[in-house]
């Protein structure tokens, strides 16, 4: 500790340890501010280098916090980083083309090392190619390591080379749950030099999720690869102090009702408020009636409203979870004793914190919900489910009258559309929460027994997120109710929320194109094209109801009035009949959640099955690439950088490359789900030798930055203006006036030297926190992207790939503006020597084809200096670099 921190911090004395800490007591008008701004003051308090530059940072935290505004940029320093394996192979395949930047540049490589605890779970990969059968999880896995050894093999490498790498194998459990389950501390300790510092655990991760384990007090939220490398690097993330918003919490959740459909209100109800980019926690006297996992599902939820994290304070709750969880009574004396020296302790009846504004929720008037057809936070509720199905049909032009035949098991049916493809209790979401997955079991359960069946069109997924909640259901004695239902277990992954689902039945797929079909997952992500290509409308929704429209078949049907079928008497048998109490939920939950649960469940969790502690690696400097390899290639983005930045230049005669509407995710943008076969990326995987069986998905072969950029902007759903309604990856090159895919278009551009440019509407990035969305751009010569308004990570992103952010003034739009995607485009030089870009608002000169010309102002997003210092250097990633040389 050097002399300026110990001025700084204290003495906590817990079950006769003394640990260093820095009180954020000491600073005038902290017992105020909201809890996630406690955790950035301590967090300033400890990592400032100088008691000055603590009590600048402290001072700008406590204006803004005080006066519920957005303020300064803060240096933010995280305990940790949470990956998957989707974000995680290019993570490390950056810091191994990082480590021979280095050497080149007359560095050592072994400097390109994380710097604080990087946990990796492999939880992505697997796919539900079988399902509703015995030996689905065994066949799934199989096929599994048989598609991924290249990446798997990579990933030991990395593990064994790089220091402060943890990593799970394939078959432990969603990165999410398992972060909550076993590598949240809530409370940190590092020692050094014989003296123990403690304090708060925080978390950034690639994916939009990481923000489950503020359920559980930890401060967590998701940023794009490229930002959590530079953080894992020790380099600070910097950030505005955040506007603050305060959700009141009175009364309890109804009978019957789950923390899925509490979930599904915050994101309807945030979502219409309008907080993005704002902090929001959760305070009030109903707080104490949520359960720590019914917190983490809520938390879980948070990108789908577009708030950077759902904050939940420690209190009794939190500690009972971490003790029947395995943290020892040591850990848990820390927790209590750090939680309340910091006023991080949730006291139900104090007054509300300093908040930008009060949202008062109820929670004794949420009802069973639902959220569709194609976005989280479209909620219905579900008495009203059907008569929402049939407004999304009218609106969508579609004849309930049609009917298609599908022939399963020799069998024929006629289905119309809301046919269900796809019923997937999956994600963590939901698994996180005991008490939904007993629900689920317990209706499956009685279904069975009155001897209903799934309909035989409906491919039925279950995904545990750990080993933990297969042994609930197991020692519920649930398991055989679900495998009788069709829901047997086809892998510990996130599945079915990703598209992973696999391939629906041949003859759903056939009648794909005559009806739309739909889905029911308890999941948190509903977007076009996600969950399955054949899939037209999807539905959120709690595990219980996913086994209910399992039932049915189709989401054209009132559970309020109409039976399931009939039990073996022949008498009807009605949803209701077969819903569990609460009370009957809890003696389960009572009876089978003990520590020994967690215990078992975590047992051989880092170790692997045997297929992968067979893969052999030697830990090395640097990764020997394989030229052969389809999945990890050696990535260009460091190709003919020098130790000093050269000048940025300017945009000018730019042409379009997508013309977009609002509402675009980056699922739209990155590389997602399967690859079609008629794409560019399925064309240089045949040209390299690989059958149709083997492509793999997109997420699969982020570590090749070949097929990335091929499937940049080829989701099947993406409508781009320019492409004369053919959706896909499909756009009008400029150069020849014909439609040609993104990819060939981008190559033609590229060997003309021509610059590219992206036209979006409002929320441009919404989704998950994808770095492809930014680097599938970037490597396709993208240089801008001007939008309405951007989703908070995907604009970092943006930055830290170098593609300047333009946002159009308030009341404008590429539509207002004229604007066709026909016009070369040139953009006033923007200066960024001094951090923040000068102007701030740019011209803009858009010249269409007869000449006529267009000038606009636009504002350049990149909003704070060390942003501006990023963009100076080409990116995040060189700047990083040049200041490890």
């Not at 398992?178 to 300790?189: G, K, L, R």
């Not at 039932?551 to 819903?579: H, Y």
């Not at 072969?701 to 990856?729: D, I, P, S, Y």
Request: hydrophobic fraction near 40%; glycine fraction near 10%; charge should be negative.
């Amino acid at each position: 500790m050097t002399q300026e921190q110990s001025t700084r911090s204290d003495r906590l004395v817990v079950g006769g340890e003394t640990y260093t800490y820095f009180p954020v007591s000491s600073v005038e008008g902290s017992e105020k501010l909201p809890f996630s701004l406690t955790v950035l003051l301590e967090n300033a308090l400890r990592c400032s280098a100088t008691d000055e530059e603590a009590r600048e940072a402290a001072a700008r935290i406590i204006e803004a916090g005080l006066a519920g505004e957005v303020g300064e940029e803060l240096s933010y320093s995280p305990a940790r980083v949470l990956l998957q394996d989707f974000t995680g192979v290019p993570v490390f395949v950056d810091f191994a083309v990082m480590r021979e930047a280095m050497a080149s540049l007359g560095g050592d490589p072994a400097k390109v090392n994380p710097q604080i605890p990087c946990d990796l779970v492999i939880d992505h990969s697997v796919i539900a190619d079988e399902a509703g059968c015995t030996g689905a999880l065994q066949k799934n896995m199989e096929l599994e390591f048989e598609r991924n050894n290249e990446r798997y093999t990579f990933l030991k490498w990395a593990q064994s080379s790089f220091e402060n790498v943890r990593i799970v194998p394939p078959g432990g459990g969603i990165c999410h749950q398992i972060n909550v389950e076993e590598f949240s501390q809530v409370a940190m300790v590092r020692e050094a030099e014989g003296e123990k510092t403690v304090y708060f655990d925080t978390v950034v991760g690639t994916d939009s999720h990481t923000t489950t384990a503020n359920g559980i007090g930890v401060l967590s939220w998701g940023v794009g690869g490229i930002e959590a490398e530079a953080a894992a690097l020790g380099q600070p993330i910097t950030t505005l102090v955040p506007r603050v918003v305060g959700i009141k919490l009175t009364g309890a959740l109804s009978e019957g009702v789950s923390a899925m459909d509490l979930a599904l209100v915050f994101a309807n109800m945030l979502r219409a408020r309008g907080v993005v980019g704002s902090f929001v926690e959760c305070f009030g006297p109903g707080l104490e009636s949520l359960s720590a996992t019914q917190r983490a599902c809520v938390a879980n939820m948070t990108p789908e409203y577009g708030c950077t994290c759902t904050l939940f304070p420690v209190d009794r709750q939190t500690l009972d979870y971490l003790r029947v969880t395995g943290r020892s009574d040591e850990q848990i004396a820390l927790i209590e004793t750090y939680a309340k020296a910091q006023g991080f302790w949730n006291d139900p009846s104090a007054e509300p914190r300093a908040y930008a504004e009060v949202i008062e929720l109820d929670l004794s008037s949420v009802k069973r919900n639902l959220a569709g057809p194609s976005r989280p936070h479209d909620l219905i509720v579900a008495a009203d489910a059907q008569e929402a199905f049939y407004s999304v049909c009218a609106d969508r032009g579609l004849s309930l009258d049609k009917r298609v035949e599908v022939e399963v098991l020799g069998e024929r049916f006629g289905l119309s559309h809301g046919a269900l493809a796809i019923a997937a209790v999956t994600s963590c979401t939901t698994a996180t929460d005991p008490a939904m997955m007993i629900a689920s079991g317990l209706i499956a359960k009685r279904a069975a027994e009155a001897g209903l069946a799934a309909k035989p069109w409906v491919k039925c997924v279950l995904a545990p997120g750990s080993k933990a909640t297969e042994l609930l259901l197991e020692r519920a004695g649930l398991i055989d109710g679900l495998q009788k239902l069709g829901f047997y277990n086809c892998g510990f992954g996130c599945m079915s929320c990703i598209g992973n689902s696999g391939p629906i039945l041949s003859s759903m797929h056939d009648v794909a194109g005559e009806i739309e079909l739909a889905s029911v997952l308890s999941g948190n992500r509903n977007f076009e094209g996600r969950i399955s290509p054949d899939v037209s409308q999807n539905y959120l929704a709690a595990p219980a109801m996913v086994i209910a429209y399992a039932l049915v078949g189709t989401i054209d049907f009132d559970f309020e009035n109409d039976p399931l079928g009939t039990d073996g008497n022949g008498d009807k048998v009605f949803l209701a009949d077969i819903w569990p109490s609460d009370a009957e939920i809890a003696r389960e939950l009572e009876a089978c959640v003990t520590r020994d649960l967690y215990d078992e469940g975590r047992e051989d969790l880092m170790d692997g099955d045997a297929r992968w502690q067979a893969l052999s690696v030697d830990p090395s400097a640097t990764f020997s690439w394989d030229d052969a390899s389809t999945y990890v290639r050696r990535a260009p983005y460091f190709d003919g950088m020098g130790v000093e930045p050269a000048a940025v230049e300017p945009i000018v005669g730019a042409r379009v490359l997508e013309s977009l509407g609002d509402f675009i995710t980056t699922d739209h943008i990155s590389p997602a789900g399967s690859i079609a076969s008629d794409s560019p990326a399925a064309a240089y995987l045949r040209e390299r030798g690989v059958p149709e069986e083997l492509f793999n998905t997109y997420g699969s072969r982020r570590g090749n930055h070949e097929v990335m950029m091929r499937g940049t902007f080829a989701n099947v759903k993406l409508q781009n203006k320019l492409a004369e309604g053919r959706r896909g990856h499909w756009t009008r090159d400029q150069l020849t006036g014909e439609l040609a895919s993104v990819f060939d278009a981008a190559m033609d551009y590229e060997a003309n030297e021509v610059p590219l440019v992206v036209l979006a509407g409002k929320m441009y990035g919404s989704g998950s926190s994808r770095d492809w969305a930014a680097k599938g751009p970037m490597l396709l010569g993208v240089r801008a992207a001007f939008a309405e308004s951007f989703e908070r990570i995907h604009r970092s992103n943006l930055i830290g790939m170098g593609i300047l952010p333009l946002q159009f003034m308030e009341g404008e739009n590429a539509e207002t503006l004229g604007l066709d995607g026909s016009e070369a485009i040139s953009i006033e030089p923007v200066d960024f020597s001094g951090g923040l870009p000068k102007p701030a608002t740019v011209t803009v000169t858009a010249v269409k084809p007869d000449g006529t010309e267009t000038a606009f102002q636009a504002i350049v997003r990149v909003d704070t200096p060390t942003e501006g210092r990023y963009f100076e250097q080409g990116g995040i990633l060189p700047y990083v670099l040049r200041t490890l040389v």
